[in-house]
């Protein structure tokens, strides 16, 4: 089976090598957690409730993320694991101040082999601040602000309901859309493949590296988006 980006870099974290943060959705923070752990939660929601051997969460709970915040994080790092490995789970990531931004810079670079770094985000690549963002990698997006046009999701509901992938390819070729649009359809075409009863792991490794060029790298957001479609 095709290893997916997500799945690679657990198995080099696993074999001993340190690795960036990564930026995932919640479901792929829990699925994370669930897989080293071996913990049965839903989601992150009961994941907090619980205690959980090595995972320590960083919540946002005031709206914004704060130097003292950030100082427990780079305390907890220096500590030795009594685990084997932590996960760190930061919320929000894009909520930071520019000065606790700053403050995790050097960890951020220079991420021990036993701690993995784990990120969410309500708004991507682009709310982040720039040297952080620079420091990560996006796996995926838990844009919950990049809404589809009711046009485009319908065209993609047909391309999958219907069949009839005419409508959504003469779509993609007549239409310039803007790069958050581009990145929506992957999205959307990234949940309707994994609502399916047939989950193919080519068609998801393929969505997937797009989110991750669209999120972190200035590549042309229609031909990332084409070549995922032709290759579906």
Do not use: C
Not at 37 to 52: A, C, N, P, Q
Not at 100 to 112: D, G, I, Q, R, T
Not at 127 to 139: C, D, H, P
Not at 202 to 213: A, F, N, Q, Y
């Amino acid at each position: 089976m095709t290893k997916t980006p997500l799945s690679s870099l657990l198995e080099k974290f696993e074999s001993g090598h340190s690795i960036p943060p990564v930026v995932l959705s919640n479901e792929d923070v829990t699925i994370v957690v669930n897989t080293l752990k071996k913990t049965h939660f839903i989601d992150l929601y009961e994941m907090r409730k619980e205690y959980v051997e090595g995972v320590f969460f960083f919540e946002n709970e005031t709206g914004i993320i704060k130097i003292d915040r950030t100082r427990e994080i780079i305390e907890q790092s220096s500590k030795k694991s009594s685990f084997g490995y932590d996960i760190f789970i930061i919320e929000w990531i894009d909520t930071l101040t520019l000065a606790a931004a700053n403050s995790l810079l050097k960890l951020f670079e220079e991420v021990p082999s036993n701690i993995l770094i784990l990120l969410t985000s309500d708004g991507g690549r682009e709310s982040m601040i720039e040297t952080l963002a620079s420091r990560v990698i996006f796996i995926s997006s838990n844009i919950h602000h990049s809404i589809l046009d009711a046009g485009i999701r319908e065209k993609i509901d047909t391309y999958f309901d219907a069949g009839d992938s005419a409508p959504f390819l003469s779509f993609l070729v007549k239409e310039k859309l803007e790069k958050a649009e581009y990145l929506g359809i992957l999205i959307a075409l990234k949940e309707r493949v994994l609502s399916g009863d047939i989950r193919n792991p080519d068609t998801i490794r393929r969505i997937e590296t797009g989110i991750i060029t669209l999120s972190s790298t200035n590549a042309n957001p229609r031909w990332v988006v084409d070549e995922v479609v032709l290759g579906m």
